[in-house]
């Protein structure tokens, strides 16, 4: 009995570092990209950075469904935050990782001075991906708006495009 819990633990460990380096080698690669935007010419930026956004915004999104879909907790971070929004985020993925379930100690554990065991709903891995994801999609908002007050991302790019109507011909 005590066996099988066991190989259970460690195949769940397992599978949360799996998941935790899955969505390290994502994040690095997105902040290898934004390190890259530096170097992307100035008319391309405000599409590379958009680009980037959309991708981070879908693995945060795929972070917060797998967890979902195992501890039924969900990120959804929507609606109206009244006061600082990274201090509400924080909150709430302290609140989410603070979140345990304690078996009650058997007799036999209470004997043998054995504490029962503590499960977490969320791993701390997979919390730590969440918060790397959210930390990830604020930075590239924050990228974007400064591209909007700059004037840049509301400006239609100057692309010179011909038609076969006119032969090239502007």
Same mark, same amino acid.
């Given at each position: 009995?005590?066996?099988?819990?066991?190989?259970?633990?460690?195949?769940?460990?397992?599978?949360?570092?799996?998941?935790?380096?899955?969505?390290?080698?994502?994040?690095?690669? @997105?902040?290898?990209?934004?390190?890259?935007?530096?170097?992307?010419?100035? +008319?391309?930026?405000?599409?590379?950075?958009?680009?980037? #956004?959309?991708?981070?915004?879908?693995?945060?999104?795929? @972070?917060?469904?797998?967890?979902? +879909?195992?501890?039924?907790?969900?990120?959804? #971070?929507?609606?109206?935050?009244?006061? +600082?929004?990274?201090?509400?985020?924080?909150?709430?993925?302290?609140?989410?990782?603070?979140?345990?379930?304690?078996?009650?100690?058997?007799?036999?554990?209470?004997?043998?001075?054995?504490?029962?065991?503590?499960?977490?709903?969320?791993?701390?891995?997979?919390?730590?991906?969440?918060?790397?994801?959210? @930390?990830?999609?604020?930075?590239?908002?924050?990228?974007?708006?400064?591209?909007?007050?700059?004037?840049?991302?509301?400006?239609?790019?100057?692309?010179?495009?011909?038609?076969?109507?006119?032969?090239?011909?502007?």
């Amino acid at each position: 009995m005590f066996g099988k819990k066991r190989m259970l633990r460690k195949h769940e460990t397992q599978e949360v570092q799996v998941r935790f380096e899955r969505n390290e080698g994502a994040g690095k690669h @997105i902040y290898a990209r934004i390190a890259d935007l530096k170097n992307v010419p100035r +008319d391309n930026l405000p599409d590379a950075v958009f680009m980037l #956004f959309v991708e981070a915004k879908h693995q945060s999104e795929l @972070i917060r469904q797998s967890v979902k +879909d195992r501890t039924r907790y969900d990120f959804n #971070f929507v609606g109206f935050v009244d006061g +600082d929004f990274a201090t509400y985020l924080a909150e709430e993925a302290a609140h989410a990782v603070r979140d345990h379930v304690t078996n009650p100690q058997t007799f036999l554990e209470a004997m043998s001075e054995q504490f029962p065991d503590v499960h977490f709903t969320i791993q701390q891995q997979d919390a730590v991906s969440m918060v790397a994801s959210m @930390i990830r999609v604020q930075r590239l908002e924050g990228i974007l708006e400064g591209l909007r007050l700059a004037g840049l991302l509301n400006k239609a790019p100057n692309r010179r495009r011909t038609s076969p109507q006119n032969d090239g011909m502007l």
